[in-house]
C-alpha cells in the first residue's frame, strides 16, 4: 500500500512537472509579443483545431496557412518594396545592364528613383508596368545566376535603418509564428505579389522550402531551346533553364486565388497579409466550408520603429475591421521589429560606385541626432 502511495505522488508530481514544461513551451514560441488580441486569438484558433475532442478539429493534412510577404512578415518601406528597389539598381546602375536596358524599362525603373528621392506619385498601375519590366529586365539570367543576384544586393544596408540589411529585414515576432504554426503541424505557404524567384532567394536563409512559395512568374525555357515550343523540345542533360522577357501572371488579388487552388489544391484555414491584395486571399480563406478559419492583417502604425504612412494605415485598419479581419499592430503587439540593435533613422539616397558595384549610400540620423544637425 506504501508502494502505491509513492507511485501516486510521484505520477502527481511528474504530471505537474509536464504542464509546466508545456506552458513554459508554449511562452518561448511568442517571447517577442506583447499580449495583444490577435496574438490571443491565433493560439485560441490553434488550440481549438487541433484538438482531436474539438468539433472544430483539422486533421494535420488540411492545416494549410497562407502568408504574403513583403509587408507581412519582411519589411517593404526602404522606402518601397525590394523588388522595386532591385529593379532600379539594374536598370540604371549596374554596369553589366545599364548601358543595354530597353527604353521602356529605363522608364519604369526612372519611374522608382523618381518615387524614391523627389517623392514622386508612381503612375497607375504601376505594379504591372513594373511586372513587364522585370520580366526583361532579367530575361538571360539562369536560375541560379538570378539567385546569386538576388542575394547579393541584399546584402546591402537597407536605407531608412542602421545596423540592418535587407536579407536580415524581417518582422522578427512574425518569424515566431511559423515556429509556432510548425510546431502544431501546420503547412504554410508564402504567396507574394513578388517575383517568386526573388521570394525563394529571400526566404531560404529562415528555412522556408522552395517548393512552399508562390509570386509572380515569367516563363522559363532551356538556353539550348531557342524558338522551338518547350512542347517540342527535350531538355538535355547539359541544358539549363533561364528566365526569358515573357510574364507569365502577377500574383496579386483573385490570382492569389487561383495560383493557392492550383498549386496547394487546398483552401487555407489560416491567411495573414498587410494590403488590399491580399483581402482575396483572405475572403478564400474565409470561405473555407470544411473547416474554421482565421485571418489577420498586419498595419503599419509604428512610426518610432519602423517608416508607417499613418493616415493611409488608419484607412487601411478601418477596411480591415469591417471585414472582420483580426489587426495585428506593430505599434502595440511587437516587442521589437526588426531586432533590438536595428535603429530606423532618417534617409536621403546617394548613388554611388565602388569596385563597379552600385551600392545605397544612406545619410544616417536617428531621430535624436537630427537635433544637433
Not at 509536464?18 to 514560441?29: A, D, R
Not at 496557412?65 to 517593404?76: C, S, Y
Request: glycine share 4%; proline share 2%; with cysteine.
Amino acid at each position: 500500500m506504501k508502494k502505491v502511495l509513492i507511485l501516486l505522488i510521484v505520477t502527481v508530481l511528474l504530471s505537474f512537472s509536464l504542464v509546466g514544461c508545456n506552458k513554459q513551451t508554449e511562452k518561448e514560441y511568442f517571447t517577442l509579443w506583447n499580449e495583444c488580441d490577435s496574438l490571443k486569438t491565433l493560439k485560441e484558433f490553434v488550440e481549438d483545431v487541433t484538438n482531436p475532442n474539438s468539433k472544430n478539429f483539422i486533421p494535420v493534412e488540411d492545416r494549410i496557412a497562407t502568408f504574403d510577404m513583403d509587408g507581412t512578415f519582411i519589411g517593404e518601406l526602404y522606402p518601397t518594396y525590394f523588388e522595386y528597389n532591385l529593379l532600379e539598381y539594374r536598370v540604371l546602375d549596374d554596369p553589366d545592364y545599364k548601358d543595354i536596358a530597353p527604353a521602356d524599362v529605363v522608364e519604369t525603373a526612372q519611374d522608382i528613383r523618381d518615387f524614391v528621392r523627389e517623392g514622386k506619385a508612381l503612375p497607375a498601375h504601376f505594379d504591372m508596368k513594373h511586372a513587364y519590366a522585370a520580366a526583361k529586365a532579367y530575361a538571360g539570367m539562369t536560375l541560379k545566376e538570378f539567385d546569386l543576384y538576388v542575394k547579393e544586393y541584399a546584402k546591402n544596408t537597407a536605407c531608412g535603418f542602421r545596423n540592418m540589411t535587407y536579407a536580415d529585414s524581417f518582422y522578427k515576432p512574425m518569424l515566431e509564428i511559423f515556429d509556432y504554426l510548425e510546431a502544431n503541424n501546420f503547412t504554410y505557404y508564402v504567396v507574394s505579389g513578388s517575383d517568386r524567384f526573388i521570394c525563394r532567394s529571400i526566404v531560404e536563409s529562415i528555412g522556408i522550402a522552395p517548393e512552399r512559395v508562390i509570386g509572380m512568374d515569367v516563363v522559363l525555357k532551356s538556353d539550348n531551346q531557342g524558338d522551338e515550343e518547350g512542347v517540342n523540345y527535350t531538355y538535355k542533360v547539359d541544358d539549363t533553364l533561364i528566365r526569358t522577357d515573357e510574364l507569365i501572371i502577377k500574383n496579386l488579388k483573385t490570382n492569389k486565388v487561383k495560383q493557392i487552388a492550383q498549386e496547394i489544391g487546398k483552401v487555407p484555414v489560416l491567411s495573414f497579409g498587410n494590403s488590399s491584395g491580399d483581402s482575396a486571399m483572405h475572403n478564400y480563406c474565409l470561405s473555407n466550408e470544411k473547416y474554421k478559419s482565421e485571418v489577420f492583417m498586419l498595419i503599419a502604425d509604428d512610426e518610432v520603429r519602423d517608416h508607417a504612412d499613418l493616415v493611409e494605415t488608419a484607412k487601411r485598419k478601418a477596411i480591415w475591421e469591417e471585414n472582420n479581419y483580426n489587426i495585428i499592430s506593430m505599434k502595440n503587439d511587437f516587442k521589437t521589429i526588426y531586432g533590438i540593435n536595428v535603429v530606423k533613422t532618417q534617409f536621403d539616397f546617394n548613388i554611388t560606385m565602388q569596385a563597379g558595384n552600385a551600392y545605397t549610400e544612406c545619410d544616417i540620423y536617428t531621430q535624436e541626432e537630427l537635433v544637433f544637425c
